[in-house]
């Protein structure tokens, strides 16, 4: 991918798998990563400063980020605003994600945490998207039982 998106950091483990990739595969022309630091209190850990140099850390509600954004992105992932982030899906899917792009949201099938979020799951259904949803891991640490959904955008 050209351009990356990721809404939610968490442990960074995911970044730093993705900047992996990146790396690997020659690198991407741009990578965004946005986060609120809600669970950090509003501040981003010490530990992030610097830790991926290529990625551009914007501090951002992810709804104000979205409703903002005029980029768009080959590749996105969501793992951000749990509570809210099926209500601007119709933005991230219609203007963010580019054309042949991909976009994966995380915990959609965590309805004891997030019911909200098999929306996700039921509205590709419903509109006929290009999609997979994992259910199943094949190491513990990916926590896929916790469902991934995996969109494509034709």
């Known amino acids: 991918p050209r351009g990356v998106l990721e809404v939610g950091v968490g442990t960074g483990r995911v970044t730093d798998a993705l900047v992996g990739a990146a790396r690997k595969n020659g690198g991407v022309l741009r990578y965004t990563l946005v986060d609120s630091w809600s669970d950090w209190g509003g501040v981003m850990p010490q530990e992030f400063a610097g830790r991926w140099p290529m990625v551009k850390v914007v501090t951002s509600s992810e709804a104000e980020f979205v409703a903002n954004c005029r980029d768009q992105f080959d590749f996105i992932f969501m793992d951000g605003d749990h509570r809210h982030t099926q209500e601007w899906f119709g933005d991230v899917y219609g203007r963010l994600l580019a054309p042949h792009g991909m976009l994966c949201y995380h915990d959609v099938t965590n309805t004891a945490g997030f019911?909200?979020?098999?929306?996700?799951?039921?509205?590709?259904?419903?509109?006929?998207?290009?999609?997979?949803?994992?259910?199943?891991?094949?190491?513990?640490?990916?926590?896929?039982f916790r469902g991934l959904l995996v969109i494509f955008k034709s």
């Not at 998207?129 to 640490?141: A, D, H, K, M, N």
């Open 115 to 144: 019911p909200n979020l098999l929306e996700l799951y039921e509205r590709c259904v419903r509109e006929g998207l290009s999609y997979r949803l994992f259910t199943g891991s094949s190491q513990p640490e990916e926590r896929c």
